[in-house]
């Protein structure tokens, strides 16, 4: 049965109003994935088929769409409102992620929810750490046996994160190969990590039917996007006992 949803996030980040607005309309690639910029005015397309609805740069920010291309959702509207604080030094955000799921609405409002807090997340890390430098972006999915239900639960260990490992701590990741990151994000759903070059995230999408996905942004002057999604990509394959 088709239902309305609404999910709505505030908070507050160490950046100026401006560089929040580069990161949302330009720079989705640093901390979502890389997305057609909206052209700018009231009327304008947007990602995939969208339409601009509000357009007041830096403060004001709504796309929607009524042809989403899931047969789960049929109206999707993203919007951002964007106030300064500390005399233009920081910003308060507030995003709204509304629209109507028509089948599966429970599964789906959850995965949505609990994906809004991580790219959240991830938007604030990219902009303090990162923004406005250019990225490298790579996206894969793990085989079958990632969908299984309790698959999340082999990512930490094969990362070689202790269970006590918590947010905030430096810690030795077994990833492709061996390196250092900042574990900045922790749960039962999701696991982020933050190198001096990279931010990588580690999606838990079994809970909701899918496989366990991982996205890199590499924001290295030599990045090498495909080099990554392979190393990544064997990972994955090895995590779940598939041959590469």
Known sequence: MSKEFEIVREFEVDATPEEVWEAITNGTGGYLWPMEAPEPKVGGTAAFGSTVTAWDPPHHLTVRSEDVGFSVQSVNQLEHVVEPRDGGRRAWVRYVHSGIFVDDWDNQYDGAAKHTDFYLHTLREYLVHFAPRPVTFAQLDGPAGSTAADAFAAVGPALGLADDARVGDRVSVSGPEGFDAVLDYRNAYFIGL???????????????????????????????????????????????????
Do not use: C, M, Y
Not at 206 to 212: E, I, S
């Open 194 to 244: 933050r190198t001096d070059t990279a931010l990588i995230r580690v999606f838990g999408r079994n809970h909701w039917g899918a496989p366990v996905g991982v996205s890199i942004h590499d924001f290295a002057p030599d990045a090498d996007g495909k080099a990554n999604e392979d190393a990544w990509q064997g990972w994955l394959n090895g995590v779940f006992s598939q041959p590469s």
